[in-house]
């Protein structure tokens, strides 16, 4: 089975100049096929994890032990950041299928793979595919999410037929940013989109049609991330996390207890039968089977996001640590 793991961050991100101060964007690639021709076979797991700044990809077929650079978006400084063509804010996989996101305030760039090696387009030809901040992966359906301008956009089981989705209708007036995206297998699979301002939107029949709900006394921004297990989804924001039981209907908010730095970006996993929670730099961890009773992590924790092999193998990256690292135990490090 495929896994991936987003967001290693690399030393590239300081030599990029403020997003503000960006003039232009590199080109989309088209050296590279377009079509999302894909014929994942699911031979063997792999671990997939991409840089945020310029679709730095490495692949690891053997368990984490050993890691393949397979694509490079771009390795220009002035694109990638931020803001840009290659700033990716997405990556997920589903039914063998890799799928890397990028381009936040441009065009997306939407790419594939279905072995770790290989690299294409998913869409069948150039086309203008959504700004992307958040991206999931579900019973053979990819989705990417933006902001309220931008919505959201699904692709079909072949992942190279693509679908944008409005929310002004269910927004009814309202605004929302920064949408972060997430999959769960409640009840046959839900997707579940958290923006700013409180506003959720799920699907309970792979993204043809959206629901709206709120996340009541919930920051107006700040999100983190979006996690499943134990027929719960939860969404971190600093000092709280909204749990929904109910596929994303109806949201109560919990305190995780992790204090003194902020969370890790994104650092809400899903691993041993637990969510996981973690600070910067892994200063400390919390963790949860409920969303609701927290302890702490063991201090050997890293920071960051961890995803777990069928074999029980954690492979964990945060950003602006520049090292891949891996445990067998979920409480030491190395091989």
Not at 148 to 177: F, I
Not at 212 to 238: D, M, R, T, V, W
Request: hydrophobic share 35%; with cysteine.
């Amino acid at each position: 089975m495929l896994r991936t793991l987003l967001f290693l961050a690399f030393a590239v991100i300081a030599l990029v100049a403020p997003a503000y101060s960006q003039e232009k964007h590199v080109a989309v690639r088209e050296d590279i096929p377009f079509g999302g021709n894909l014929k994942p076979r699911m031979e063997e797991p792999v671990f997939a994890v991409c840089s945020k700044q310029g679709m730095r990809i490495l692949v690891s077929r053997d368990d984490g032990k050993s890691w393949k650079q397979t694509f490079l978006g771009t390795d220009s400084p002035e694109d990638g950041g931020w803001h840009g063509t290659f700033a990716v804010y997405g990556m997920a996989s589903t039914h063998g299928v890799i799928g890397v996101f990028s381009g936040w305030g441009t065009p997306g760039v939407y790419i594939g793979s279905d072995d770790g090696e290989h690299w294409g387009h998913l869409n069948k030809e150039p086309a203008k595919l959504g700004s992307v901040w958040g991206a999931a992966g579900g019973n053979g359906i990819l989705l990417t999410s933006a902001d309220q301008w931008r919505g959201m956009t699904s692709s079909d089981k072949t992942a190279s037929n693509w679908t944008a989705h409005s929310l002004q209708t269910l927004l009814n007036g309202g605004k929302t940013h920064h949408m972060i995206s997430g999959f769960g297998n409640y009840e046959g699979g839900r997707f579940i989109v958290v923006g700013d301002n409180q506003h959720v939107f799920h699907s309970d029949d792979n993204c043809q049609t959206w629901k709206h709900s709120l996340i009541p006394g919930a920051p107006e921004k700040g999100q983190e991330e979006i996690a499943y297990g134990n027929n719960i989804f939860l969404c971190s924001f600093k000092d709280h996390v909204a749990r929904s039981a109910d596929g994303g209907a109806t949201w109560t908010l919990h305190e995780h207890g992790l204090k003194g730095r902020g969370n890790s970006w994104r650092g809400l996993s899903f691993v041993k039968g637990e969510f996981w929670l973690t600070a910067q730099k892994g200063s400390h961890g919390r963790r949860s089977k409920d969303g609701v009773n927290w302890e702490d992590l063991p201090k050997s924790t890293p920071g960051g996001r961890f995803v777990e092999s069928e074999s029980g193998t954690i492979i964990n990256v945060e950003r602006r640590r520049y090292d891949i690292m891996r445990s067998e135990d979920g409480v030491t490090n190395g091989t």
